[in-house]
């Protein structure tokens, strides 16, 4: 059995987490209290890297950070690594978006979420990391109560819906972080 413990408060990770993940010896935790280091990398993975080792100094065993956000191809990328701090609510984040591709045609409201995992030891040594995306558009307005975050606003093209629209089990199958967190899993199944 390994007990892996989530670089996070966020409890919604969690529940997404223990719903994709499939292997019965490997569980998840998150680490109690108000969990905050400073996330000043560059990119996704340096994120996830500077809270993965965060956790391991406090916990002192196995934990996994995830950094994710949405990246907007019309926005230059944006608002990238800064989604979770893009605006003051979730909802001032999508209707900054929303407002930013006022106007733009729907072919080039392309975008992608992102998601870096990393996994570290009991002294905050990377073992393995793992990116995942999935890649669709920005809808003109949010749709669907699914889901958290950006959820509402970005439309995957096979589906014709918001993931905020998706069902649970599909979104767990093609979520950017359900592809870090899979191969994430098999090599923690397969190393520890």
Known sequence: MVKIILATSNPHKLDEINKINDYSDITFDVINGNFN?????????ENATIKAKEA???????C??????????????????HS?????????KIDKILNKLNGVPFENRKAHFTCAMVLTDSNGNVLHTEE???YGYIDEAPKGSNGFGYDPIFLVE???KTVAQLSENIKNNI???????????????NNL
Request: proline share 6%; aromatic share 10%; hydrophobic share 30%.
């Open 158 to 160: 096979e589906y014709g």
């Open 64 to 81: 996994l950070a995830d950094d994710s956000g949405l990246c907007v191809d019309y926005l230059n990328g944006l608002p990238g690594i």
């Open 175 to 189: 979520s950017h972080r359900a592809k870090a967190l899979k191969p994430m899993l098999e090599w923690i199944s």
């Open 132 to 134: 995942g995306k999935v």
């Open 84 to 92: 979770a701090r893009y605006a003051p609510t979730q909802k001032e």
């Open 56 to 62: 391991s100094k406090t916990m002192k065993t196995y």
């Open 37 to 45: 280091p400073d996330e000043n990398g560059q990119t996704f993975k």
